[in-house]
T-cell receptor, first 114, second 114 residues
Framework: EAGVTQFPSHSVIEKGQTVTLRCDPI?????LYWYRRVMGKEIKFLLH????????ESGMPNNRFLAERTGGTYSTLKVQPAELEDSGVYFC????????????FGPGTRLTVL | GNSVTQMEGPVTLSEEAFLTINCTYT??????LFWYVQYPGEGLQLLLK?????DKGSNKGFEATYRKETTSFHLEKGSVQVSDSAVYFC?????????????FGSGTQLTVLP
């Protein structure tokens, strides 16, 4: 069974540009989460989807970030326009059940904003 | 709010040395506690967990005991191997609505030398 995959593995962009990160969860997992780790600090929760609906987006830093999960399968996280402080590693995770099941993480996308 | 404080790294040990990585937490209610590990180039993997006070989680020779009185969940291993070199994250979760959000510590880089 394939795990959570993320694309790209690494992205380097200039301040003001747009970047879109993609996450493919494990097949059949209704719950999808985005997290990020900035400057080697703690990993912080961004948002949670249940199927195509946003269950909790309390961790989204500002309106430059837009997450979608059309059709309840893969998800995208768009940053527009990117700022220097957006640099970090963006992790995606999925779980079958939102409360009791383990969250399975992808390898992350390292975003560098110059 | 919830928070996790873990021992800062990096930690460098010789093979077969004893490992302790300290982790303390602040949370309302009764959180579940986790240790995740990230090997180079891979995603976060759940290493072990404990869901209530005095529970001991264990896996691959690693152990951690949920200590409610000291709000701690220290990770230990009696004899580390080179293959244990990775970043270790302590985390907690509380149920928010129907979701289990994870709150992470800042991570501890462990390097084991042969």
């Amino acid at each position: 069974e394939a795990g959570v995959t993320q694309f790209p593995s690494h992205s380097v962009i200039e301040k003001g540009q747009t970047v879109t990160l993609r996450c493919d969860p494990i097949s059949g997992h209704d719950n999808l989460y985005w997290y990020r780790r900035v400057m080697g600090k703690e990993i912080k929760f961004l948002l949670h989807f249940v199927k195509e609906s946003k269950q909790d987006e309390s961790g989204m830093p500002n309106n430059r970030f837009l997450a979608e999960r059309t059709g309840g399968t893969y998800s995208t996280l768009k940053v527009q326009p990117a700022e220097l402080e957006d640099s970090g590693v963006y992790f995606c995770a999925s779980s079958q059940d939102g409360v009791n099941n383990e969250q399975f993480f992808g390898p992350g996308t390292r975003l560098t904003v110059l | 709010g919830n928070s996790v404080t873990q021992m800062e790294g990096p930690v460098t040990l010789s093979e077969e040395a004893f490992l302790t990585i300290n982790c303390t937490y602040t949370a309302t209610g009764y959180p579940s506690l986790f240790w995740y590990v990230q090997y180079p180039g891979e995603g976060l993997q759940l290493l072990l967990k404990a869901t209530k006070a005095d529970d001991k989680g264990s896996n691959k020779g690693f152990e951690a005991t949920y200590r409610k009185e000291t709000t701690s969940f220290h990770l230990e291993k009696g004899s580390v191997q080179v293959s244990d070199s990775a970043v270790y994250f302590c985390a907690l979760s509380t149920t928010s609505g129907s979701a289990r959000q994870l709150t992470f510590g800042s991570g501890t880089q462990l390097t084991v030398l042969p």
